[in-house]
């Protein structure tokens, strides 16, 4: 017998017929609909997920750039990979500078005292081995720091390394901080600093002369002056007015106005209430310090008449200013050196040059449409010529180059030549005594009263 084709023996055994199942069609158009929507739910499923891994990345590239120890720890014990060290222009994980004050400290890493102290103003960063460093600066008669730093960084570094700087060789190397201020002393030290400051600013205490008819800032008047609106009185006898520098040694400083910027008490981040490092070179302590200005009204036989009145027609406050300090630890005693003018103008001219004080009296700031010059008397408390030169039109200003004079004496602001008193009305106009003075200072800086 000879096999059968397949298609013989299915044919032998049934008749087969093939039909459609009930719904086929109806199932069959809808399965593109139904393909495509689920198409188009795995896409926005996977734009999801890819915006989601990007958004987790772009933080942890933050995290990363922003703290050395974390960087490591995600690198070596989450990720598994070891850092090494970039190339030019990188960030190197074993170099390091050291930014310490003040400058006589000493420096030991590991219990040895390193050839040079690896400051980022002075050259060569400090080049730190694998594992852990013990970083230890004295500096009497501030208390010891210490902190710990690992290359690679861990967590549990306690060396403030935030910042970085370029090396001689462009990489880039961290900056581990040691810094002291005046709040960081012991208690006893911070009285005997604080003494020697105050003894040095006192050494700039000066007087001068309120003649009958002047004014002066008094905030205890009875309103009844020519200007009621501001606390300004009128010495009907001769006062003797004494200018005061007292150092704000508590840390508040909340009423600045350093290089003409008003609460400008913080720098390099830094409150300056307390002391703040400008730079530590050889064995002097630059720092900056908060000073106020004031005065002290007695009548010739020594009868106060008004105290600590402000520097300022604002009246009320006292205003304050950076000074810059020199200091210096002889191992037993404190020294200090003060700068001869603050931050922001000459003695006499400092409260003139507030930017606060002008903007109330002149309704603009010190640069909107004015050239200002400051003429400083000698004599500190006599006061200072204020020369504004006109540089753009506009409003009520006067035409360019027109000069507009005043005189800033007493907390007062005095308009001498008539432009000036065109453009303030309602300021005071000077005393015969007043306009000597304010002659006297326009002479010395060749300047012209109309």
Known sequence: MEPREPEELFADDQDVEITDLPGYE??????PRFQRTLRRLWQHRLFQAAGLFVLILFCLVLLLNGAPGLRTFVLTDIVGINPTPTSATGLNINLFYVNAAPPWGVLTIDGKKPARLPDPATGLPLH?????????????????QSCVISVPSLPTDTCLATETSQTPDQHLAWIISFQNSMLTLPKEQQSALNAQIQQILDGFQASDIVQPGEQFVEVTASGDGPNPQFPIGVANQPLRATLHLTLDSNGTANACAAGGIVNACTVNEQRCGGLCTQSSEGMSWDVLAVVRTSWTYTTLDGRVVAADMADAEAGAALIEHVLALTIRWDGTNWHV???PQFFNGPIPCVAAADDASISNNFGTTPFQAFDWRYVPASNIAAGCLIALTSITNGGPSPTPNSQLLYLHRFGIFIAINHLAQEYNPYLPHPTLHELSLARELAALAHISIA
Do not use: C
């Not at 109806?26 to 399965?31: L, N, T, W």
């Open 26 to 31: 109806r199932a069959r158009s809808g399965a």
């Open 128 to 144: 730190l081995g694998p594992g852990s460093h013990h970083l230890t600066w004295r500096a009497a008669p501030f208390p010891t």
């Open 337 to 339: 050196q003060a700068a």
